[in-house]
């Protein structure tokens, strides 16, 4: 049992000097150890309600670490996951309710009257702070735990997970632009991002959006229709030239009753159509597609704070979308770029090729991924999670995420290997052939040869 001069439980017993040290040791000890100011100066049952609750929390974290440590793509899978996103917030709200009460209750234990009068406001304030800090950054994470499962959960779909093929996942990631001088959405970039199931080395595919004759994948509805390659026999039936970025106009605005199941498994009939087109060109079998509207692009750049790009040529910012009149360029050199320049620099036309544009659409795409770390994404997750879910429409299923997160991870270990077909490659868009970009791809793609000892 404690004397009744003890200052520690008995604060009117000790001199003002001794008071000072003792509120001291009490707020530090309620950071330090939640509820042991509690058990050594105030209420012993909310103490050790405290000292259990921090203690549970400080075991769960580390089984938690110790199990990422292990098997990372399990632990991730959870923390992806609606009901696991939803039970990371509540028990982060429980503990900032927790340390809320213990901390406002430590301030009553000090007696700050009892304290030099110089030391009242630090104390005071110093608490203030440590409150804030502590019950502030739990309420915070809980804020992004619901934000993140609303947004997770409005981006990605509920649905099988699809196995890897030949160690593999391919992944057709679509640009799309509906400008006001176009029949609805048309993508202006195309590519396959293929990436490695064990390593994460990941290939870009480029495809160039004018590529005629476009063979369909076995089984295609629209390849049924097109049995020589998109357009080739009697045309197509949208305007203009039946090129590979037509495909997903014509299905999605003439033939939606080509996909009819389509928009209820999470894509659209324009989507659909313009991954049989992929995957007849490449000879890949595609598992998802992801589809990033470029308006909504530049919202994101801005919500992560910008981008930064390595300009190798002039590139100009147009005053309109008439392509023409130049407002300034982008002169060589590495640039900081908000969203609006960003997208310019993606699309812009004058002087320029469709293959240059192919080339800094997956430059920056590049240097977002590479610039998008956790860090930067949780401190300005709300504006990011806005952006993304005007931005993004995909099907790869939710569960899936935590092994993609993992293998990213990997990914960005690794130089993206860039496979462009362009006509420095000796591709003819107007008369492609597509035997040798099935070779390409596949050479590519094909595992480095393992060194062989000598003997």
Known sequence: MSSVTDPIRHPNSGSTRIMTTRAWWL???????????????????LGRFGLRASLTLVTAAIIVGALYLLWPEAV?????STIGLWAVAAVLAFYALTWLVLTVNTVGLINLGRAAPG??????????????????????????????????????VAG???PPVDGRYNILLLGGDAGADRDGLRPDSISVVSIDASTGQATTISLPRNLEDVPFSAGSSLGALYPEGYGSINGCDVSGRCMLNAIFTEAELKRPEYYPNAVAEGSSPGIQATLEAAQGITGLTIQYFVLIDMQGFSELIDA???????????????????????????????QHMDGYHALWFARS???????????????????????????????????????????????????????????AAKTKELPVISVPMIPDNGID????????????????????????PAQ
């Open 76 to 80: 991730l899978t959870v923390f992806t």
């Open 304 to 334: 992560l704070g910008g981008v930064d790009i390595d300009v190798q040529n002039r590139v100009p910012v147009h005053t309109d979308d008439t392509w023409t009149d130049v407002l300034f360029w982008f002169e060589p050199g590495t």
């Open 349 to 407: 036309r004058h002087g320029t090729s469709d293959y240059d544009r192919m080339q800094r659409q997956t430059q920056l795409q590049e240097a977002l991924l590479a610039q998008a770390s956790p860090a930067n994404v949780l401190t300005k997750f709300q504006g990011v999670a806005a952006a993304g879910a005007r931005v993004v429409k995909t099907d790869v299923p939710q569960g899936m995420l935590g092994y993609f997160v993992n293998l």
């Open 160 to 162: 099988p997970s699809e």
């Open 27 to 45: 707020v530090v000890l309620n950071f330090v150890l939640p509820g042991s100011a509690q058990v050594l100066a105030g209420n012993r049952r």
């Open 119 to 156: 030391a009242r406001p630090i104390i005071a304030a110093f608490s203030a702070a440590l409150m804030v800090v502590v019950c502030g950054t739990a309420g915070y994470g809980a804020f992004v735990a619901t934000s993140a499962s609303g947004f997770l959960s409005s981006v990605f």
């Open 429 to 452: 868009p107007e008369n492609p052939d597509y035997a040798a970009i099935q070779s390409m791809v596949a050479a590519a793609l094909a595992p480095a040869p393992t060194a062989t």
